[in-house]
């Protein structure tokens, strides 16, 4: 299994998944490019679907991996789709955990749009200060979910994590997808889908994926009473009572 993990984390947030999955699966989690100890070189900036398809091959490879798995937790969903649109082919099971590309901010696509609007998200990470008290007064009335503002405060709370999401957000930028494609590339497979969600979570929420769940002809939904940020978590946790459910 290729795994993927979210912002702001890197590869070892799937040990507690490996231990679940063993012995169905070996775990290949890698950290994602400005995460952990992967880099990217100004040249690949921002990412190509090409690029990464180059990665992936090489990776399988080398391991020697013909037929294989996917999972990835929120921007890991990024990277698993691309893998989907070029090796659907050779892949087995998609697990998305509360994933990202299916449909995306509004904040991030204004962030990688090229032109002022880019320029003006970079004044934002280098010089917060107006940021923050602009999410603070929209908290106050009402207008944006308190748990959006604690993880927008988390991520971006020193220098290093503003400048990690610029790069992160602007590097890949180009990792986007047609969801009409995506659905039937899914439906016209035999790839098994399972979809876990937060009931709490207002980063990815049921909301957003709803009409991406509805054309899958087949896939299974798992939502756990839980928000964005320990989802990871909480998937193994369900797993390892649900073993069962992990190929069926």
């Excluded at 990412?47 to 080398?62: G, H, M, N, P, T």
């Excluded at 993880?151 to 994590?161: G, I, R, V, Y």
């Excluded at 590097?171 to 590339?185: A, E, M, P, Y």
């Amino acid at each position: 299994m290729l795994a993927f993990h979210g912002y702001g984390q890197e590869s070892s947030y799937f040990e507690g998944m490996s231990r679940v999955l063993n012995p169905d699966y070996t775990v290949y989690a890698v950290d994602l490019f400005f995460h952990g100890k992967s880099t990217l070189s100004k040249k690949d900036i921002p990412l190509s679907k090409k690029k990464l398809q180059d990665f992936v091959q090489s990776l399988l490879e080398k391991e020697q991996i013909d037929k294989f798995s996917v999972m990835a937790f929120s921007m890991g969903g990024k990277f698993a789709l691309t893998v989907l649109e070029k090796f659907h082919s050779r892949i087995e099971c998609l697990y998305l955990i509360a994933p990202d590309g299916i449909k995306t901010h509004l904040l991030y696509s204004l962030a990688t749009y090229p032109g002022w609007l880019q320029g003006l998200f970079k004044r934002i990470v280098l010089r917060p200060t107006r940021f923050f008290k602009t999410i603070s007064w929209l908290e106050r009335k009402r207008w944006v979910d308190t748990s959006l503002v604690k993880f927008a405060n988390w991520q971006m709370n020193s220098p290093q994590k503003r400048f990690r999401v610029y790069r992160s957000w602007t590097g890949f930028s180009k990792l986007t997808f047609d969801t009409r494609q995506i659905v039937r590339l899914l439906n016209q497979s035999n790839i098994h889908v399972a979809v876990f969600l937060g009931k709490y979570d207002q980063i990815i929420s049921q909301k957003r994926l709803e009409t991406f769940l509805k054309a899958l002809k087949q896939h299974k939904l798992v939502v756990l009473e839980t928000g964005h940020s320990y989802l990871l978590q909480d998937v193994a946790s369900w797993l390892r009572k649900n073993h069962q459910h992990l190929t069926h």
